[in-house]
C-alpha cells in the first residue's frame, strides 16, 4: 500500500510530501476559511509536518486564529492557489486544502467546524460531529 500522500498548486510549483497518513480530516466554517477558499467552508486534512515536506515558493497570508494565537495561509507564488496553512494553536500540523491532495487520498471528515460562522445556504447533514468553534480535542492529540 503507497503510503505516499502528495498535495500541489494548479501550476504544480508549489507540493507538498508526507509520508504517513492525516490525523485529523475536518470541514471548517470560520470565516479566514470561506474568505481564503472562496467557498462557504473549506475542507482541510491535517498532517504531521516533516522534514522537508514542502518544496517551491508560496505567499504568506498571516491571520489571527479563533484561539488568539498566530496563523498563516500559504498560497502559490506563482498561480496563487491556496495550499496549506499552519495555526500556532495546532503545533506541528500542517492544514492541507483537501481539493489539493491527489490519490490515494480520499476525503472522509471527521467533524465539522466553527459552524457558528456557518454559511446560512450551507445544510450539515444529522448526525455528523459539530462544533460551534474549535473541537474539543487537539487533532493528533486525542
Partial sequence: MNNTFRAQCQCGQLTLTFTQTP???LICHCRDCQTISG??????AFFKAE???TQGEFKAIDMTGGSGKPKQY?????CNDFVYATVDALTGL????ADRLGPPFEF???AHVWTSEKAPEVDIPQ???QFPKAPPFRPGKQ
Avoid: D
Avoid at 500559504?74 to 506563482?78: G, L, T
Fill in 94 to 97: 500542517l492544514g492541507v486544502a
Fill in 74 to 78: 500559504r498560497r502559490c507564488s506563482q
Fill in 127 to 129: 448526525g455528523v460531529f
Fill in 51 to 53: 522534514e522537508q515536506c
Fill in 39 to 44: 467557498m462557504p467552508y473549506a475542507k482541510a
Fill in 23 to 25: 490525523v485529523a480530516q
Fill in 108 to 110: 472522509q471528515p471527521m
